[in-house]
Protein backbone atom coordinates (compact mmCIF):
# COMPACT_ATOMS: atom_id res chain seq x y z
CA UNK A 1 0.00 0.00 0.00
CA UNK A 2 2.63 2.40 0.99
CA UNK A 3 4.60 1.44 -2.12
CA UNK A 4 1.43 2.10 -4.38
CA UNK A 5 1.09 5.73 -2.46
CA UNK A 6 4.82 6.47 -3.37
CA UNK A 7 4.35 5.14 -7.09
CA UNK A 8 1.13 7.92 -6.95
CA UNK A 9 2.93 10.77 -5.68
CA UNK A 10 6.19 10.28 -8.26
CA UNK A 11 3.53 9.74 -11.23
CA UNK A 12 1.67 13.12 -9.76
CA UNK A 13 5.45 15.16 -9.45
CA UNK A 14 6.06 14.04 -13.34
CA UNK A 15 2.55 15.27 -14.86
CA UNK A 16 3.10 18.45 -13.02
CA UNK A 17 7.09 18.96 -14.25
CA UNK A 18 5.36 18.17 -17.98
CA UNK A 19 2.65 20.19 -17.30
CA UNK A 20 4.83 23.60 -16.18
CA UNK A 21 7.28 22.28 -19.41
CA UNK A 22 4.30 22.38 -22.40
CA UNK A 23 2.89 25.56 -20.83
CA UNK A 24 5.76 27.15 -20.99
CA UNK A 25 7.06 26.10 -24.16
CA UNK A 26 3.40 27.00 -25.56
CA UNK A 27 2.34 29.76 -23.90
CA UNK A 28 -1.09 31.39 -23.02
CA UNK A 29 -3.80 30.57 -25.80
CA UNK A 30 -6.20 33.22 -27.27
CA UNK A 31 -8.97 32.54 -29.04
CA UNK A 32 -9.05 32.00 -31.68
CA UNK A 33 -5.89 29.82 -32.51
CA UNK A 34 -5.15 27.28 -35.02
CA UNK A 35 -3.08 24.04 -34.30
CA UNK A 36 0.66 24.06 -35.75
CA UNK A 37 2.72 21.55 -36.13
CA UNK A 38 4.88 22.66 -33.27
CA UNK A 39 2.35 22.16 -30.30
CA UNK A 40 1.02 18.84 -32.09
CA UNK A 41 2.77 15.33 -29.96
CA UNK A 42 2.41 12.23 -31.53
CA UNK A 43 3.38 8.59 -29.70
CA UNK A 44 2.42 5.12 -30.55
CA UNK A 45 -0.46 3.90 -28.55
CA UNK A 46 -0.63 0.51 -26.73
CA UNK A 47 -2.32 -1.33 -30.01
CA UNK A 48 0.53 -0.04 -32.21
CA UNK A 49 3.26 -0.80 -29.57
CA UNK A 50 2.09 -4.39 -30.04
CA UNK A 51 1.72 -4.14 -33.64
CA UNK A 52 4.92 -2.53 -33.64
CA UNK A 53 6.60 -5.55 -31.59
CA UNK A 54 4.76 -7.85 -34.28
CA UNK A 55 6.25 -6.47 -37.06
CA UNK A 56 10.10 -6.72 -35.37
CA UNK A 57 9.14 -10.40 -35.48
CA UNK A 58 7.72 -10.80 -38.70
CA UNK A 59 11.00 -8.94 -39.86
CA UNK A 60 13.48 -11.53 -37.94
CA UNK A 61 11.42 -14.24 -39.22
CA UNK A 62 11.92 -13.79 -42.92
CA UNK A 63 15.37 -12.56 -42.52
CA UNK A 64 16.03 -15.71 -41.16
CA UNK A 65 14.83 -17.96 -43.25
CA UNK A 66 15.27 -15.84 -46.51
CA UNK A 67 11.52 -15.50 -46.99
CA UNK A 68 11.01 -12.54 -49.53
CA UNK A 69 7.53 -12.61 -48.86
CA UNK A 70 7.44 -12.22 -45.50
CA UNK A 71 10.12 -9.69 -46.09
CA UNK A 72 7.96 -7.94 -48.26
CA UNK A 73 4.96 -8.00 -46.48
CA UNK A 74 6.74 -6.89 -43.29
CA UNK A 75 7.94 -3.76 -45.32
CA UNK A 76 4.36 -3.27 -47.26
CA UNK A 77 3.05 -2.80 -43.37
CA UNK A 78 5.53 -0.80 -42.10
CA UNK A 79 5.15 1.56 -44.89
CA UNK A 80 0.95 1.57 -44.19
CA UNK A 81 1.91 2.21 -40.38
CA UNK A 82 3.67 5.62 -41.65
CA UNK A 83 1.18 6.82 -43.63
CA UNK A 84 -1.20 5.71 -40.74
CA UNK A 85 0.83 7.52 -38.31
CA UNK A 86 0.85 10.59 -40.97
CA UNK A 87 -3.09 10.84 -41.28
CA UNK A 88 -3.76 10.34 -37.15
CA UNK A 89 -1.43 13.95 -37.33
CA UNK A 90 -3.03 15.68 -40.31
CA UNK A 91 -6.52 14.88 -38.58
CA UNK A 92 -5.46 17.47 -35.43
CA UNK A 93 -3.59 19.83 -37.65
CA UNK A 94 -4.45 22.96 -38.90
CA UNK A 95 -8.13 23.02 -36.52
CA UNK A 96 -9.51 26.21 -35.24
CA UNK A 97 -10.47 26.42 -31.72
CA UNK A 98 -12.96 29.20 -31.58
CA UNK A 99 -13.91 29.46 -28.22
CA UNK A 100 -13.91 27.38 -24.62
CA UNK A 101 -16.77 28.69 -22.18
CA UNK A 102 -18.12 27.63 -19.20
CA UNK A 103 -22.08 27.47 -18.07
CA UNK A 104 -22.73 28.56 -14.79
CA UNK A 105 -23.99 25.71 -12.70
CA UNK A 106 -25.87 24.69 -9.14
CA UNK A 107 -23.48 22.74 -6.08
CA UNK A 108 -23.91 19.23 -6.57
CA UNK A 109 -24.89 19.40 -10.53
CA UNK A 110 -22.39 19.01 -13.10
CA UNK A 111 -21.21 21.99 -15.38
CA UNK A 112 -20.95 22.05 -19.37
CA UNK A 113 -17.76 22.81 -20.56
CA UNK A 114 -17.94 23.60 -24.49
CA UNK A 115 -15.45 23.76 -26.90
CA UNK A 116 -16.37 25.52 -30.08
CA UNK A 117 -14.37 24.15 -33.22
CA UNK A 118 -14.10 25.00 -36.42
CA UNK A 119 -13.05 22.40 -39.42
CA UNK A 120 -11.49 24.91 -42.65
CA UNK A 121 -9.93 22.36 -44.10
CA UNK A 122 -11.39 20.37 -47.40
CA UNK A 123 -11.03 17.01 -45.80
CA UNK A 124 -12.97 15.78 -42.50
CA UNK A 125 -11.80 15.19 -39.41
CA UNK A 126 -12.93 12.30 -37.34
CA UNK A 127 -13.20 11.18 -33.66
CA UNK A 128 -11.40 14.85 -32.09
CA UNK A 129 -11.75 14.30 -28.78
CA UNK A 130 -11.89 16.79 -25.66
CA UNK A 131 -10.88 15.98 -22.21
CA UNK A 132 -10.15 17.67 -18.60
CA UNK A 133 -7.38 15.54 -17.04
CA UNK A 134 -8.53 11.94 -16.20
CA UNK A 135 -12.05 12.95 -17.01
CA UNK A 136 -13.72 10.76 -19.72
CA UNK A 137 -12.74 12.28 -23.31
CA UNK A 138 -15.76 13.40 -25.54
CA UNK A 139 -15.59 13.00 -29.33
CA UNK A 140 -16.28 15.09 -32.09
CA UNK A 141 -16.70 14.55 -36.08
CA UNK A 142 -16.02 17.81 -37.78
CA UNK A 143 -17.36 17.28 -41.90
CA UNK A 144 -15.33 20.05 -44.21
CA UNK A 145 -15.60 23.79 -43.31
CA UNK A 146 -17.81 23.37 -40.61
CA UNK A 147 -17.56 24.02 -36.86
CA UNK A 148 -18.73 21.64 -33.83
CA UNK A 149 -18.77 22.00 -30.33
CA UNK A 150 -17.35 19.53 -28.01
CA UNK A 151 -19.67 19.22 -24.53
CA UNK A 152 -17.47 18.23 -21.42
CA UNK A 153 -19.32 17.61 -18.22
CA UNK A 154 -17.45 18.71 -15.41
CA UNK A 155 -17.97 17.72 -11.92
CA UNK A 156 -19.06 20.92 -9.45
CA UNK A 157 -19.46 19.38 -6.14
CA UNK A 158 -19.69 22.69 -4.14
CA UNK A 159 -20.05 26.50 -4.92
CA UNK A 160 -17.04 28.76 -5.89
CA UNK A 161 -15.80 29.58 -9.03
CA UNK A 162 -13.60 27.18 -10.23
CA UNK A 163 -10.65 27.83 -12.94
CA UNK A 164 -10.01 25.32 -15.39
CA UNK A 165 -6.02 25.69 -16.17
CA UNK A 166 -5.76 23.67 -19.54
CA UNK A 167 -7.93 20.51 -21.84
CA UNK A 168 -6.55 17.91 -23.88
CA UNK A 169 -7.55 17.77 -27.71
CA UNK A 170 -5.99 14.16 -29.19
CA UNK A 171 -7.33 11.84 -31.90
CA UNK A 172 -6.06 8.05 -32.71
CA UNK A 173 -7.92 8.55 -36.31
CA UNK A 174 -7.68 6.29 -38.65
CA UNK A 175 -6.53 2.97 -36.63
CA UNK A 176 -5.83 3.49 -33.69
CA UNK A 177 -2.10 3.00 -34.29
CA UNK A 178 -1.05 6.35 -32.75
CA UNK A 179 -2.45 9.19 -30.73
CA UNK A 180 -1.79 13.06 -31.93
CA UNK A 181 -2.39 15.33 -29.00
CA UNK A 182 -1.91 18.98 -27.70
CA UNK A 183 -2.56 21.01 -24.53
CA UNK A 184 -4.61 24.07 -24.61
CA UNK A 185 -3.92 26.65 -22.15
CA UNK A 186 -7.00 28.87 -22.09
CA UNK A 187 -7.99 29.71 -18.18
CA UNK A 188 -11.56 30.00 -17.88
CA UNK A 189 -13.91 30.69 -14.91
CA UNK A 190 -16.40 28.01 -13.87
CA UNK A 191 -19.48 29.87 -11.83
CA UNK A 192 -20.81 27.21 -9.04
CA UNK A 193 -24.26 28.56 -7.30
CA UNK A 194 -25.00 27.72 -4.16
CA UNK A 195 -27.71 24.69 -3.95
CA UNK A 196 -31.29 26.09 -3.90
CA UNK A 197 -31.98 24.69 -0.57
CA UNK A 198 -34.01 25.95 2.38
CA UNK A 199 -37.27 25.99 4.22
CA UNK A 200 -37.78 29.43 5.50
CA UNK A 201 -40.85 31.15 4.21
CA UNK A 202 -39.87 34.12 1.85
CA UNK A 203 -39.60 37.45 3.32
CA UNK A 204 -41.91 40.09 3.23
CA UNK A 205 -42.52 42.64 0.51
CA UNK A 206 -40.30 46.05 1.20
CA UNK A 207 -43.20 48.48 0.80
CA UNK A 208 -41.81 49.57 -2.88
CA UNK A 209 -44.04 49.47 -5.49
CA UNK A 210 -42.81 47.08 -8.70
CA UNK A 211 -44.80 49.07 -11.38
CA UNK A 212 -46.49 46.24 -12.92
CA UNK A 213 -49.90 46.94 -14.38
CA UNK A 214 -52.53 44.32 -13.80
CA UNK A 215 -53.90 43.58 -17.00
CA UNK A 216 -58.12 43.34 -17.23
CA UNK A 217 -59.62 40.30 -17.04
CA UNK A 218 -55.97 38.36 -15.84
CA UNK A 219 -55.88 36.86 -12.44
CA UNK A 220 -53.28 38.21 -9.80
CA UNK A 221 -50.89 37.27 -11.89
CA UNK A 222 -49.65 38.56 -15.05
CA UNK A 223 -48.76 36.13 -18.19
CA UNK A 224 -45.23 36.89 -19.52
CA UNK A 225 -44.73 34.35 -21.74
CA UNK A 226 -42.66 30.99 -22.18
CA UNK A 227 -38.58 30.40 -21.90
CA UNK A 228 -36.51 27.25 -21.90
CA UNK A 229 -36.09 25.51 -18.42
CA UNK A 230 -33.01 26.36 -15.95
CA UNK A 231 -31.36 24.47 -13.28
CA UNK A 232 -33.23 24.90 -9.99
CA UNK A 233 -36.90 25.92 -11.93
CA UNK A 234 -39.70 24.25 -10.31
CA UNK A 235 -41.55 21.14 -12.17
CA UNK A 236 -45.08 23.33 -11.27
CA UNK A 237 -43.80 26.24 -13.76
CA UNK A 238 -43.25 23.81 -16.62
CA UNK A 239 -45.15 24.04 -19.32
CA UNK A 240 -46.17 19.79 -19.76
CA UNK A 241 -48.83 20.35 -22.61
CA UNK A 242 -46.33 21.77 -24.88
CA UNK A 243 -43.60 19.38 -23.55
CA UNK A 244 -45.91 16.25 -24.84
CA UNK A 245 -46.63 17.83 -27.82
CA UNK A 246 -42.54 17.76 -28.93
CA UNK A 247 -41.66 20.65 -27.91
CA UNK A 248 -38.37 21.18 -25.22
CA UNK A 249 -38.98 21.85 -21.69
CA UNK A 250 -40.33 25.13 -21.16
CA UNK A 251 -41.08 27.02 -18.37
CA UNK A 252 -44.07 29.19 -17.74
CA UNK A 253 -43.44 33.10 -16.72
CA UNK A 254 -45.65 34.98 -14.19
CA UNK A 255 -45.66 38.22 -13.64
CA UNK A 256 -47.37 39.39 -9.62
CA UNK A 257 -49.48 42.07 -10.80
CA UNK A 258 -48.99 45.55 -8.66
CA UNK A 259 -46.45 43.09 -6.40
CA UNK A 260 -43.95 45.02 -4.33
CA UNK A 261 -40.24 43.99 -4.47
CA UNK A 262 -38.98 41.98 -2.08
CA UNK A 263 -35.07 41.66 -0.17
CA UNK A 264 -33.09 38.90 0.67
CA UNK A 265 -30.69 40.00 3.35
CA UNK A 266 -27.76 37.80 4.48
CA UNK A 267 -28.14 39.18 8.05
CA UNK A 268 -31.95 38.53 8.89
CA UNK A 269 -31.09 34.40 8.36
CA UNK A 270 -30.13 33.89 12.10
CA UNK A 271 -29.60 30.67 13.29
CA UNK A 272 -27.76 29.13 10.29
CA UNK A 273 -24.55 28.73 9.40
CA UNK A 274 -23.03 30.77 6.06
CA UNK A 275 -23.72 28.04 3.93
CA UNK A 276 -27.14 27.32 5.14
CA UNK A 277 -27.65 30.66 4.49
CA UNK A 278 -26.09 30.86 1.29
CA UNK A 279 -28.61 27.91 0.14
CA UNK A 280 -31.59 29.81 1.88
CA UNK A 281 -30.65 32.63 0.01
CA UNK A 282 -30.35 31.34 -3.60
CA UNK A 283 -33.98 29.31 -2.63
CA UNK A 284 -35.33 32.69 -2.87
CA UNK A 285 -33.60 34.03 -5.60
CA UNK A 286 -34.62 30.75 -8.03
CA UNK A 287 -38.27 31.12 -6.25
CA UNK A 288 -38.70 35.13 -6.94
CA UNK A 289 -37.48 34.72 -10.52
CA UNK A 290 -39.53 32.00 -11.71
CA UNK A 291 -42.62 34.05 -9.93
CA UNK A 292 -41.81 37.21 -12.11
CA UNK A 293 -41.26 39.48 -8.98
CA UNK A 294 -38.61 41.77 -8.69
CA UNK A 295 -36.03 41.20 -5.68
CA UNK A 296 -32.97 42.49 -4.39
CA UNK A 297 -29.61 40.64 -2.56
CA UNK A 298 -28.14 41.90 1.04
CA UNK A 299 -24.55 40.38 1.37
CA UNK A 300 -22.17 41.68 3.83
CA UNK A 301 -20.60 44.33 1.72
CA UNK A 302 -22.18 43.94 -1.57
CA UNK A 303 -25.69 45.15 -2.30
CA UNK A 304 -27.35 44.00 -5.41
CA UNK A 305 -30.20 46.19 -6.17
CA UNK A 306 -33.49 45.20 -7.08
CA UNK A 307 -34.45 43.76 -10.89
CA UNK A 308 -35.41 40.79 -12.58
CA UNK A 309 -34.83 39.05 -15.55
CA UNK A 310 -32.06 35.85 -16.15
CA UNK A 311 -29.19 38.41 -15.99
CA UNK A 312 -30.41 39.60 -12.69
CA UNK A 313 -30.61 36.41 -11.54
CA UNK A 314 -27.25 35.51 -12.77
CA UNK A 315 -25.54 38.59 -10.99
CA UNK A 316 -27.10 37.19 -7.39
CA UNK A 317 -26.33 33.90 -7.68
CA UNK A 318 -22.77 34.67 -8.82
CA UNK A 319 -22.65 37.10 -5.55
CA UNK A 320 -23.62 34.60 -3.83
CA UNK A 321 -21.64 31.92 -5.39
CA UNK A 322 -18.10 34.03 -4.31
CA UNK A 323 -19.36 35.12 -0.94
CA UNK A 324 -16.02 34.79 1.32
CA UNK A 325 -14.01 33.75 -1.70
CA UNK A 326 -11.28 36.27 -2.72
CA UNK A 327 -9.63 34.23 -5.64
CA UNK A 328 -10.86 31.23 -8.53
CA UNK A 329 -10.10 28.11 -6.95
CA UNK A 330 -7.95 25.76 -9.25
CA UNK A 331 -9.96 22.74 -10.39
CA UNK A 332 -9.12 19.39 -10.17
CA UNK A 333 -10.40 16.10 -11.40
Given at each position: ???????????????????????????????????????????PTRAGTGFAALLLVMLV????????????????????????????????????????????????????????????????????????????????????QSRQAASLTVPAPTRGVYRIERLRL????????????????????????????????????????????????????????????????????????????????????????????????????????????????????????????????????????????????????????????????????
Amino acid sequence: MRKRGVIDAARRFLRGRMAAWVRRRQGEDVPPFTLGRRRLYVLPTRAGTGFAALLLVMLVAGLNYGNSVALFLTFLLAGWVLVSMHQCHRNLLGLTVLDVTASPTFAGQPAVLSVLLENTSTLARWRIEASLDDEPPVAADLAPQSRQAASLTVPAPTRGVYRIERLRLATTHPFGLFQTWTWVHLPVDMIVYPRPHGSRPMPGESGQRSGTQTREGVGSDEWLGLRAFRDGDSPRQVAWKAYARGAPLLVKEYCASGSELRIFDFGQLRGLDTEARLEQLARWVVDAEARGERYGLILPGIRVEPGHGPQHRHRCLSALARHGIEDSIPWRS
